[in-house]
């Protein structure tokens, strides 16, 4: 194909301060990246380095205070409010270290809820997207029955029902068993061969070697550009 691809982000001097009485925290400093679509990126570095708040400034759920965040070629720093969560449920799928699933909703009506707020729920996706992680026999199910692992798969599956062309997943296999987590990551290792782009926050580093490259903050800031993981995709290792 001689198609150009249009990077899944590209993140260009990004910084998110915040006031601490009469002090400033840079959380984010000067941070930048590029993620093309099939890469898996893992972002490291310890508690408080800045992983969540750049995950949530790519996810658009936090404005930056500087600097350009672009998604699938648009400038999402540029939208207003409206246009900006319509871009996020149509672009983006984000998955947290909590689940964050309705307790007396099946798991069929957890997976399907981004599809009801963008008014076009099909159920036939909801069961696709179900049968691609794996729960297409525990639709009608409540949260509350099933183990970590599965819960965590239903929020992988309502985080692509809308088919995103990014995946943001902050610290998931975190609260897992080493058996869920690994099934997780398989789970992930599918959607990027798919040409999905995925950049997960972890502390896990066998986690982090399982990506195409990992960038580490420290205080906010990248520390000694991009450490190629896997040697398969050795040749994009040099990030911008
Ligand atoms: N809403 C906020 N108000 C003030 N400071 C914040 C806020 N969110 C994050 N921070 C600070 O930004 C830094 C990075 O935090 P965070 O992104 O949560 O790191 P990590 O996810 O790597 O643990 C920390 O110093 C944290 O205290
Ligand atoms: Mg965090």
Redesign the pocket.
Known sequence: MTETKTPAVEVRDLWRS?K?GSET?H?LADFGMLVEPGEMVGIV??????????LNQVGCLDRPTSGQVIIAGTDVARLPERELAAFRRDHIGFIFQLFYLLPTLSVAENVGMPMMFARRYDRRRVVEVCERVGLADRLDELPGSLDGGDMQRVAIARALVNEPSLLLA?EPTGRLERASRDEILGIFDALRADGLAIVM?THDLEQAARCDRVIE?RD?RRAGGDVAAASRHSSSAIGP
Not at 45 to 54: E, F, Q
């Open positions: 915040y601490r925290v959380a570095g310890r508690s408080g380095s800045g992983k969540t708040t750049l902050d926050a903050l906010g």
